[in-house]
T-cell receptor, first 116, second 113 residues
Framework: DQQVKQNSPSLSVQEGRISILNCDYT??????FLWYKKYPAEGPTFLIS?????DKNEDGRFTVFLNKSAKHLSLHIVPSQPGDSAVYFC???????????????FGRGTQLTVWP | DTAVSQTPKYLVTQMGNDKSIKCEQN?????MYWYKQDSKKFLKIMFS???????INETVPNRFSPKSPDKAHLNLHINSLELGDSAVYFC????????????FGPGTRLTVT
């Protein structure tokens, strides 16, 4: 029962163009969303996050958009660079501290390849 | 100057053996986690400790036992290893149990033959 879904296992983008990675979720109680980036043989590293009270958060080349009604978020990378090539995981958390304390639910990731 | 470290990075062992994976964080965080990434690439939480106290215990076989000697360390001991235990295990930490941002270790690839 995957509550966070990343339906595209891979994405290939030319350097300089925009990369758009998508994520859908099913649990309407999720109130905080994160994107993690993972290089081979390394652990995921935090990239950017957004609270459900916002619909957009920007950090340099990275912007996350949240559409709560559609239960959808996306990560935009502009401009894309070869060093962005990695697996990107979407994650979500809910405020239900009783049973989900500190619990993040992850998607299965999207492999982004940025080619020169 | 590694923030979250795990040892070993690779572990190959036979079915039925008992093995341990160690994790240490030097971030001064109060909360630590163990995740399992299976062959389908899903990252799923297994355990979480806050100040050495178990706060999340997912539905994992009781062959898996976490141990936290202090809040900077969270080790994972696995008894009677099975083929299905083959996966990458990630340790993570966060400032507190209500802190969303988690910092991950490099992972331990466990292969059971």
């Amino acid at each position: 029962d995957q509550q966070v879904k990343q339906n595209s296992p891979s994405l290939s983008v030319q350097e300089g163009r925009i990369s758009i990675l998508n994520c859908d979720y099913t649990n309407s109680m999720f109130d905080y969303f994160l994107w993690y980036k993972k290089y081979p043989a390394e652990g995921p590293t935090f990239l950017i996050s957004i609270s459900s009270i916002k619909d957009k958060n920007e950090d340099g080349r990275f912007t996350v958009f949240l559409n709560k009604s559609a239960k959808h978020l996306s990560l935009h990378i502009v401009p894309s660079q070869p060093g962005d090539s990695a697996v990107y995981f979407c994650a979500a958390s809910s405020p239900d501290r009783g049973s989900t304390l500190g619990r993040l639910y992850f998607g299965r990731g999207t492999q982004l390849t940025v080619w020169p | 100057d590694t923030a979250v470290s795990q040892t070993p990075k690779y572990l190959v062992t036979q079915m039925g053996n008992d093995k341990s994976i160690k994790c240490e964080q030097n971030l001064g965080h109060d909360t630590m986690y163990w995740y399992k990434q299976d062959s389908k690439k899903f990252l799923k939480i297994m355990f979480s400790y806050n100040n050495k106290e178990l706060i999340i215990n997912e539905t994992v076989p009781n062959r898996f036992s976490p141990k936290s000697p202090d809040k900077a360390h969270l080790n994972l001991h696995i008894n009677s290893l099975e083929l299905g235990d083959s996966a990458v295990y990630f340790c993570a930490s966060s400032q507190g149990y209500d802190s969303y941002e988690q910092y991950f270790g490099p992972g331990t690839r466990l292969t059971v033959t």
